[in-house]
């Protein structure tokens, strides 16, 4: 097993706390620094990095810079994918067995092999679209 510091298990925690949210850097660092737990930024930085490494997080880099956010899906199972709502900016995980299919049809057929761990599909969640329409129909 690796070797885990405090501050790799507390940043971890306030992820997987927090898991419907994509954070900041500086979010983890705040959110620590309230619990109780300061952490430098730069100690942020290295351990979300090892963090991503080992597939317990995810990076999202953004126009805004780049968010994290807690993985439930162990790097051992099917790979996950990340929906992103173009309208209010959730984002979640997605681990669905056709998407499988697609990475091996995109391979085998179009000789292109996708990461899914950085794959973000963009669109409308739900709420969001239930409020779309709603807005419409008035």
């Given at each position: 097993m690796a070797y885990t510091t405090k501050q790799h298990q507390a940043i971890l925690r306030c992820l997987e706390q927090r898991a419907e949210e994509?954070?900041?850097?500086?979010?983890?660092?705040?959110?620590?620094?309230?619990?109780?737990?300061p952490v430098g930024l730069a100690t942020v930085y290295r351990q979300l990095e090892k963090l991503e490494a080992a597939g317990r997080i995810h990076k999202i880099p953004t126009e805004e810079g780049a968010f994290f956010q807690y993985c439930p899906h162990p790097r051992e199972s099917r790979a996950c994918f990340l929906l992103r709502c173009e309208c209010c900016g959730r984002i979640a995980h997605l681990d669905c067995a056709q998407l499988d299919a697609l990475c091996r049809h995109l391979d085998a057929t179009h000789h292109f092999c996708i990461d899914p761990r950085k794959t973000v599909f963009t669109g409308r969640c739900r709420s969001c679209g239930e409020k779309e329409t709603a807005h419409e129909s008035q």
């Open positions: 994509a954070l900041t850097a500086a979010e983890v660092a705040e959110e620590l620094r309230q619990s109780g737990c």
